[in-house]
């Protein structure tokens, strides 16, 4: 298990108030007790313990499916998309 | 019980420094909304808003009398300028001592509060100017009218977030009909333009990166406004009696509570509320021709406002022309229900319907006649003002020409 993929199962269990041990890559988001409250908050604390910037819009679906992610996999592939987006970034000359 | 009219509109918003700019970017449907300069944007994600563009105090108000004043009272001063100004009446008299000053806000003070604090933390500051707590608190704004006009009736502040002003006016009306004042000066304010509010809203990740389209397929959100909007209420017989213009009246006011979620708008906190602003104007429901929504432009609201109308209007929910004039003004908070309550009446004289702008696509969810992109020539008679707000806090008023 990757750090990106700890931390990520670390804050869904966590908001979704499920056993830690029971979530795995394949689990679907819509099988968790999770509302648009919580998936706003589950983002937010992601990126302070990435420090990245993920453009969510609530508006653009109301559950997990709409902000493009249908499982806890989708979730952990999308940090890990964004950390190396903004190391790219980072390698650039200023 | 009084019949309560309109005897005196004022208003500075995105759309317009006064009434008359107003009823013009309203008929056109030219939009506001666009980059924000009055405050930076280099650490924000929204970038744009609804501001009140090209506005100098110092037009306005002496420099010693700006310390004393946030931007959300000097933007409240001014509509009641122009509010007080049309009615003709002088509160200094008699009236002043009949005469209520109600106001709603959402915040209040927050630039003074945003500046104050980051002169605090960022600049390491000692002390701060002697007069940042009655310029930033909640009620500056009616104190100030108050103070200016000399209106020494009942006076005070409502706060229900975006409902804010509608419980202002809802409440000014009431008591001008239960004949507990002559005259009510009501409406509502809010200044929200400051790095630490829109860092605030843009953490909700409900704000609109490109502009406001309610009722429309792809909608991304809301746009925030500033600005404020004053009313003069005055029972017939007292406006009657004065020989006064008379631009409007107040017929029905309903509240609810959702009781329900901190932020996701309900279906019957919303169909409550409406139905007792019917019942209350003692209108039947097909009397109604133009609904000014809430219409915030997120995707929640605006699919949960469509039942609503549904469920209260019944076959006649297809005949009603509903807009949401936020397109063109932006979500202008404790403000808003103000602004689309000036809004209803300029157009109900105008004899036009404001249009829903940016309405690109039609969202199925959303089967509605929002009036789209074009304001509509129209005769009207009775309108629903709506606003439901954060914390489920429901108020409509209830308009007639």
């Given at each position: 298990m990757t750090d990106v993929e700890g931390a990520v199962l670390d804050i869904i269990a966590e908001k979704a108030k499920a056993d830690r041990s029971s979530l795995t890559p394949q689990t679907e988001i819509s099988t968790l007790t999770l509302d648009s409250l919580d998936i706003v908050e589950i983002i937010f604390q992601i990126e302070e313990r990435f420090d990245i910037s993920i453009p969510y819009n609530a508006n653009e679906g109301a559950d997990a499916a709409g902000a493009g992610f249908k499982t806890v996999g989708d979730v952990i592939a999308m940090v890990g998309q964004h950390i190396q987006g903004q190391q790219v970034q980072g390698q650039q000359p200023a | 019980m009084n019949r309560v009219v309109v005897t005196g509109l004022g208003c500075i918003c995105a759309i317009g420094h006064d009434t008359t700019e107003m009823a013009a970017a309203l008929k056109a449907g030219r939009s506001a909304i666009g980059p924000l300069t009055v405050t930076p944007t280099d650490r924000l994600t929204v970038k744009i808003g609804a501001e009140v563009a090209g506005f100098d105090p110092a037009r306005h108000f002496e420099e010693k009398r700006l310390l004393l004043l946030d931007r959300f009272s000097q933007f409240a001063l001014v509509a009641a300028r122009e509010a007080v100004a049309a009615s003709g009446l002088d509160f200094r008299g008699p009236v002043g001592e009949r005469s209520a000053a109600i106001l709603g806000s959402g915040v209040g003070g927050m630039t003074t509060l945003d500046e104050s604090f980051q002169r605090l933390y960022?600049?390491?500051?000692k002390r701060f100017q002697p007069f940042i707590i009655p310029k930033l608190m909640i009620s500056a704004a009616v104190s100030h009218i108050t103070m200016e006009h000399g209106m020494r009736g009942p006076a005070f502040t409502t706060a229900s977030a975006c409902a804010s002003a509608n419980h202002a006016i809802g409440t000014a009306f009431q008591m001008v009909r239960a004949g507990m004042v002559d005259v009510a000066l009501t409406g509502g304010a809010e200044a929200v333009f400051t790095p630490g509010t829109l860092k605030a809203w843009e953490a909700m990740r409900i704000l609109a990166p490109d502009t406001c389209r309610p009722f429309a397929k792809g909608r991304k959100g809301l746009v925030l406004g500033e600005g404020a909007a004053v009313l003069i209420l005055e029972s017939q017989a007292h406006a009657q009696a004065r020989g006064a213009p008379i631009?409007?009246?107040?017929v029905g006011f309903g509240m609810s509570a959702d009781a329900a979620d901190i932020v996701l708008p309900s279906l019957d906190g919303a169909v409550r509320a409406m139905r007792a602003c019917i019942a209350d104007s003692g209108?039947?429901?097909?009397?109604?021709?133009?609904v000014n929504a809430h219409g915030t432009g997120t995707a929640m609201n605006d699919v949960t406002e469509t039942r609503a109308l549904h469920k209260v209007f019944g076959d006649h929910a297809r005949k009603l022309a509903v807009s949401s004039t936020k397109s063109l003004h932006g979500h202008a908070l404790g403000a808003a229900g103000a602004i689309e309550a000036a809004a209803t009446l300029l157009a109900m004289q105008g004899g036009f319907i404001p249009p829903t702008a940016n309405y690109n696509e039609p969202d199925p969810q959303c089967d509605l006649d929002y009036v789209p992109n074009t304001a509509r020539e129209r005769h009207f008679e009775v309108a629903l003002s709506s606003s439901f707000a954060f914390g489920g806090l429901n108020a409509v008023l209830a308009l007639r020409r």
């Amino acid at each position: 298990m990757t750090d990106v993929e700890g931390a990520v199962l670390d804050i869904i269990a966590e908001k979704a108030k499920a056993d830690r041990s029971s979530l795995t890559p394949q689990t679907e988001i819509s099988t968790l007790t999770l509302d648009s409250l919580d998936i706003v908050e589950i983002i937010f604390q992601i990126e302070e313990r990435f420090d990245i910037s993920i453009p969510y819009n609530a508006n653009e679906g109301a559950d997990a499916a709409g902000a493009g992610f249908k499982t806890v996999g989708d979730v952990i592939a999308m940090v890990g998309q964004h950390i190396q987006g903004q190391q790219v970034q980072g390698q650039q000359p200023a | 019980m009084n019949r309560v009219v309109v005897t005196g509109l004022g208003c500075i918003c995105a759309i317009g420094h006064d009434t008359t700019e107003m009823a013009a970017a309203l008929k056109a449907g030219r939009s506001a909304i666009g980059p924000l300069t009055v405050t930076p944007t280099d650490r924000l994600t929204v970038k744009i808003g609804a501001e009140v563009a090209g506005f100098d105090p110092a037009r306005h108000f002496e420099e010693k009398r700006l310390l004393l004043l946030d931007r959300f009272s000097q933007f409240a001063l001014v509509a009641a300028r122009e509010a007080v100004a049309a009615s003709g009446l002088d509160f200094r008299g008699p009236v002043g001592e009949r005469s209520a000053a109600i106001l709603g806000s959402g915040v209040g003070g927050m630039t003074t509060l945003d500046e104050s604090f980051q002169r605090l933390y960022l600049e390491n500051a000692k002390r701060f100017q002697p007069f940042i707590i009655p310029k930033l608190m909640i009620s500056a704004a009616v104190s100030h009218i108050t103070m200016e006009h000399g209106m020494r009736g009942p006076a005070f502040t409502t706060a229900s977030a975006c409902a804010s002003a509608n419980h202002a006016i809802g409440t000014a009306f009431q008591m001008v009909r239960a004949g507990m004042v002559d005259v009510a000066l009501t409406g509502g304010a809010e200044a929200v333009f400051t790095p630490g509010t829109l860092k605030a809203w843009e953490a909700m990740r409900i704000l609109a990166p490109d502009t406001c389209r309610p009722f429309a397929k792809g909608r991304k959100g809301l746009v925030l406004g500033e600005g404020a909007a004053v009313l003069i209420l005055e029972s017939q017989a007292h406006a009657q009696a004065r020989g006064a213009p008379i631009l409007g009246e107040v017929v029905g006011f309903g509240m609810s509570a959702d009781a329900a979620d901190i932020v996701l708008p309900s279906l019957d906190g919303a169909v409550r509320a409406m139905r007792a602003c019917i019942a209350d104007s003692g209108l039947a429901p097909d009397a109604f021709e133009y609904v000014n929504a809430h219409g915030t432009g997120t995707a929640m609201n605006d699919v949960t406002e469509t039942r609503a109308l549904h469920k209260v209007f019944g076959d006649h929910a297809r005949k009603l022309a509903v807009s949401s004039t936020k397109s063109l003004h932006g979500h202008a908070l404790g403000a808003a229900g103000a602004i689309e309550a000036a809004a209803t009446l300029l157009a109900m004289q105008g004899g036009f319907i404001p249009p829903t702008a940016n309405y690109n696509e039609p969202d199925p969810q959303c089967d509605l006649d929002y009036v789209p992109n074009t304001a509509r020539e129209r005769h009207f008679e009775v309108a629903l003002s709506s606003s439901f707000a954060f914390g489920g806090l429901n108020a409509v008023l209830a308009l007639r020409r």
